[in-house]
């Protein structure tokens, strides 16, 4: 059974910091392209990072470049979300994905989301 599981979010005041983690059991982690999410109240869930199987590729939104940094521990089975200069804007719950393509099939694994709040 895959189980992705998020934690490290809370309430943090603009301009703060808050590091997301997310641990994978029941899948070969090196085989999956990681990435975080986020969706808002009354919004759409967007995609703010992905990372490659090796960790070699990351792509954000521009809304996140130069404030959020994504990474991967292969070790560890986890995949992080660092998040700088924090806004109220990306007060949202994040969650984490885990895909796979082999051939035609499509292999996607979500988390449980985490809430992070930027408010003063």
């Known amino acids: 059974q895959v189980k992705l599981v998020e934690s490290g979010g809370g309430l943090v005041q603009p301009g703060g910091s808050l590091r997301l983690s997310c641990a994978a059991s029941g899948l070969t982690f090196t085989n999956y392209a990681m990435s975080w999410h986020r969706q808002a109240p009354g919004k759409e869930r967007e995609l703010v990072a992905v990372?490659?199987?090796?960790?070699?590729?990351?792509n954000y939104a521009d809304s996140v470049k130069g404030r959020f940094t994504i990474s991967r521990d292969n070790a560890k089975n986890t995949v992080y979300l660092q998040m700088n200069s924090l806004k109220p804007e990306d007060t949202a719950v994040y969650y984490c994905?885990?895909?796979?393509?082999?051939?035609?099939?499509?292999?996607?694994?979500w988390g449980q989301g985490t809430q992070v709040t930027v408010s003063s």
């Open positions: 994905n885990a895909r796979q393509y082999i051939g035609t099939q499509t292999y996607n694994y």
């Open positions: 990372i490659s199987t090796a960790g070699g590729s990351t």
